[in-house]
């Protein structure tokens, strides 16, 4: 337990510098939200803050929300994925040596969830697990929700929520990580409010 103290305090110092470092983290302010021209459309029950600017690849098509810095707390938003649309690109990229996760066409409500758990892997997770799926309807579209467990890098366990809905071929995800002790409870109302508030184009 004291050791676990010590990296979430390590992080919370970490995750207030991020959020400090430059003027392309914005406010995200409590009200609509929209993902993309004409694409889909949350509404924010609390300030967030955008560190899509800083923290995404250039490829990937999902916003990134935080409100105590990424290392804490972070809500992925994408817009509407095709077959030729990752969710994530890492490090490694997206090219012929390495090709980034993409959606299928037609994909199961399982299909989904171990999509996002695939993707999850790119940005250095590990041992990303779902568990405890539940139906929603989004839109009057039938998706997903479910729970996440996996590991950093520092080998903090993280925990997650995330949403999947399909709409004329096109998927959109609401991913919400952080950290399994402190964090993960603290903001998990306010990541489901967001996901309860999606709107499909």
Known sequence: MVKSFRIISTLTITGFLLIGCGPSVILAPSGIYKVGDNNLEVTLDRDWNDATAVFNHQKSKAKLLTIDGVLLNRLYISQGLTVNDPLFV???????????????????????????????????????????????????????????????????????????????????????????????????????AVMDSAKLP
């Open 90 to 192: 890492g490090q490694n990229g997206d090219t012929k040596n390495h090709i980034a996760p993409r959606p299928n066409d037609n994909m199961s409500l399982t299909e989904q969830m171990d999509y996002v758990t695939r993707s999850l892997g790119e940005v250095d997770f590990k041992k990303v697990n779902y568990k405890s799926p539940k139906p929603v309807t989004i839109s009057g579209q039938k998706g997903i929700r479910f729970e996440l467990n996996m590991r950093n890098n520092d080998g903090l366990d993280i925990n997650g929520l995330a949403q999947a809905v399909t709409k004329d071929n096109k998927n959109y995800y609401i991913i919400y990580l952080a950290p399994k002790e402190h964090y993960y409870n603290s903001n998990l109302k306010n990541a489901i």
